[in-house]
């Protein structure tokens, strides 16, 4: 069982999310859906991230669920365009904020607590820190999908970045969907099982959408859950940052054994899906440029 707290290192973004007709700005990032998560549990959570002076007020719906935030100095936010069209999803990355540096996480690192990486792009956190990070009493919960991308004239096309490595040897627990697993085992050629002999990971979790998932550990074997019913779509962005906080509490915080805390964290992200976890109202956002 995990005690202390949990510090998310990665941007907090500007969202502008396309669904189908609509169109509607609000705050997004692993660190905005994760971190609310983490600290509705009662955890003493930690948001290490970079946003322009001009856009500091973004923090304050952070702060409003009592979550510190460790603001670095970049002259630009991170804005990112989320086009859903059914089960697909479109992005563009117009902004990038700068690098989270080394010298931001060498005071979360020595308080000892959780960490949990989630970038959105291959350069969101600085080479040098990520190296920092690999230490063995470190625990260290890994969303891929910021080096599954690769941004070209600000459109996202799936591809291993060259940090994959690094941010994999560093972490314990690692989540992924379906079509990001697959590019791993491409790109490594090899099967989930020896990938995690490779690098030493304890847990895999791998989501399957509307087929729910697998988690495969290295003490526990596979285990298989299923998605929980959804009543309405409301927004599925930030759905899987949901449900991997909501994992990782259940099965390190209250020491609960793989399917439950598979079956709780489905649950939860089913909510965030239906719009009745986080609530889109307290994330949204006035469009860039406007008085609002």
Same mark, same amino acid.
């Given at each position: 069982m995990i005690h202390g707290g949990i510090a998310i290192i990665g941007s907090i973004t500007m969202d502008k999310n396309v669904i189908g007709k609509t169109s509607f700005y609000k705050l997004g990032g692993a660190s905005t859906y994760s971190g609310i998560t983490y600290r509705r549990h009662g955890l003493e959570t930690r948001v290490v991230s970079n946003v322009a002076p001009e856009d500091a007020r973004l923090l304050d719906i952070l702060r409003r669920e009592n979550i510190f935030v460790l603001n670095g100095r970049s002259a630009r936010t991170t804005h990112f365009v989320n086009v859903v069209e059914g %089960?697909?999803?479109? &992005? *563009?990355? !117009?902004?990038?904020?700068? !690098?989270? $540096? %080394?010298?931001?996480?060498? *005071?979360? +690192?020595?308080?000892?607590?959780?960490?949990?990486? $989630?970038?959105?792009? !291959?350069? %969101?956190?600085?080479? /040098?820190?990520l190296k920092r990070l690999n230490r063995p009493e470190a625990f260290i919960v890994l969303d891929v999908q910021g080096y599954l991308r690769r941004p070209i004239n600000?459109?996202?096309? !799936? $591809?291993? @970045?060259? &940090?994959? #490595?690094?941010?994999?040897?560093?972490? /314990?627990?690692?989540? #992924?969907?379906e079509g990001e697993l697959n590019l791993i085992q491409d790109f490594y050629k090899t099967q989930l099982a020896a990938l995690m002999e490779r690098f030493q990971i304890e847990e895999f979790i791998v989501t399957l959408g509307k087929q729910g998932g697998v988690v495969r550990a290295i003490r526990n074997g596979e285990t298989r859950y299923e998605a929980a019913p959804i009543q309405s779509l409301s927004d599925p962005t930030g759905a899987g940052d949901v449900f991997l906080a909501a994992y990782v509490i @259940? /099965?390190?915080? &209250?020491?609960?054994?793989?399917? %439950?805390?598979? #079956?709780?964290? #489905?649950?939860?992200?089913? /909510? &965030? +899906? *239906?719009?009745?976890? +986080?609530k889109p109202e307290q994330l949204g956002l006035s469009p860039p440029g406007s008085s609002g």
């Open positions: %089960d697909d999803l479109r &992005q *563009e990355l !117009p902004f990038t904020a700068d !690098p989270i $540096g %080394d010298h931001q996480i060498h *005071e979360i +690192i020595a308080r000892g607590d959780m960490l949990h990486l $989630g970038p959105l792009h !291959p350069a %969101d956190i600085e080479d /040098r820190a600000k459109i996202v096309y !799936p $591809g291993v @970045s060259r &940090q994959l #490595a690094r941010a994999l040897a560093a972490a /314990r627990v690692v989540k #992924a969907n @259940s /099965r390190f915080w &209250q020491s609960k054994n793989i399917p %439950d805390a598979c #079956a709780y964290a #489905a649950k939860l992200a089913a /909510r &965030q +899906i *239906e719009g009745n976890y +986080i």
